[in-house]
């Protein structure tokens, strides 16, 4: 059967070819009984708009490029911050009529790719996920005048709109539950600092010791569960009687535990964990963690709404979300 055309819907509306075209371009210009009759049309003859050519008249591609800056070997691991917020940001997209369009720039040469994609018009905007310090998408991005936003702040001084959440304020939380419980070598396991997440996080600790008399036991890891075992390892060698550690990420917490139990510490008796995030897992945790609850769902739902209204001009929009993080009290600290 042959394809429903533009011309075919106009004769069956009773209306003209240019009045059925602004209609299903969804232009306000078209009174709502005339709407209501081409739409019927529409219905009727089963007519399919041309993607191609609806973009020409309406220069939109109804596409956003989540755009992540990570290798697949880290996208697609244990760690749920990936798979929670792509699959987060499409509902909401979805929900918008959007499609997503996803992007792994974990190399040089796939930064170059994603440019190439993001500056020939394929997509309406872009949503940038973990970035690094070093990343140069957010400043090429920026120069292409396409709406972008960022999940998190970027570690480099763009105008680009963000949603983050209070990493400080929820890594004093942690670190203030730790001195309450009487706690007294508290040690932190940070996240990468490279990443805004991880230098925030560390601030948090910090800022949260500086009043006491305590001293920073720092060490370092890459939010994966290896790099938390490997750096509590590295604590437990650096000071042996520390009896408390926050750990900027629930992922490196699980390891961290791990590597206690092998090194025959008992948690909490004697060394108190806080991890951050509190993903699913944390509950399940041998024994269950206490962490605080970073809003991964609503951070994503929240980006892409404020993608969405730089899309329909919103100069507001611009303006940073910061959400609010919550301690999570369990049986490891």
């Known amino acids: 059967m042959k394809r429903p055309t533009l011309e075919a819907v106009?004769?069956?509306?009773?209306?003209?070819?240019?009045?059925?075209?602004?209609?299903?371009?969804?232009?306000s210009t078209v009174g709502p009984e005339i709407r209501d009759v081409v739409m019927r049309a529409v219905r009727e003859l089963g007519y399919v708009p041309n993607s191609a050519a609806r973009s020409l008249v309406t220069q939109r591609t109804d596409s956003i490029a989540l755009v992540v800056s990570e290798p697949p070997t880290r996208v697609f691991s244990d760690d749920p911050m990936f798979s929670t917020v792509i699959r987060s940001a499409s509902v909401e997209l979805e929900a918008a009529d959007k499609q997503v369009v996803l992007m792994l720039s974990g190399?040089?040469?796939?930064h170059a790719r994603v440019e190439r994609y993001i500056a020939s018009g394929h997509v309406d905007g872009v949503m940038l996920i973990s970035?690094?310090?070093?990343?140069?998408?957010?400043?090429?991005?920026?120069?292409m005048g396409v709406p972008a936003v960022s999940y998190g702040r970027p570690a480099v001084p763009v105008a680009l709109p963000y949603v983050d959440n209070d990493n400080v304020g929820g890594a004093e939380k942690a670190v203030r539950h730790l001195l309450d419980r009487g706690r007294r070598r508290i040690a932190t396991i940070a996240g990468p600092q490279d990443m805004i997440g991880g230098q925030d996080r560390l601030t948090g600790y910090r800022k949260a010791l500086r009043d006491s008399d305590r001293r920073s036991i720092v060490a370092v890891g890459d939010f994966t569960r290896e790099s938390g075992a490997t750096a509590m390892r590295q604590?437990?060698?650096?000071?042996?009687?520390?009896?408390?550690?926050?750990?900027?990420?629930?992922?490196?917490?699980?390891?961290?535990?791990?590597?206690?139990?092998?090194?025959?510490?008992?948690?909490?008796?004697?060394?108190?964990?806080?991890?951050?995030?509190?993903?699913?897992?944390?509950?399940?945790?041998?024994?269950p963690l206490t962490t605080v609850r970073h809003p991964i769902i609503e951070q994503a739902a929240a980006m892409v709404q404020l993608l969405l209204s730089l899309l329909e001009g919103d100069e507001k929009a611009a303006s940073p979300v910061i959400l609010p993080t919550e301690l999570v009290i369990r049986e490891s600290a």
């Open 131 to 143: 970035m690094h310090g070093a990343d140069p998408l957010p400043a090429a991005i920026t120069r």
């Open 107 to 110: 190399t040089a040469q796939s």
């Open 10 to 27: 106009a004769a069956r509306a009773g209306v003209s070819r240019a009045t059925v075209s602004r209609v299903v371009n969804g232009q």
């Open 235 to 287: 604590l437990l060698e650096d000071d042996p009687q520390l009896d408390a550690v926050f750990i900027a990420n629930d992922l490196m917490a699980i390891g961290a535990i791990q590597a206690l139990r092998h090194a025959g510490r008992s948690v909490p008796d004697d060394v108190a964990i806080v991890g951050f995030d509190d993903i699913e897992a944390a509950r399940y945790t041998d024994p």
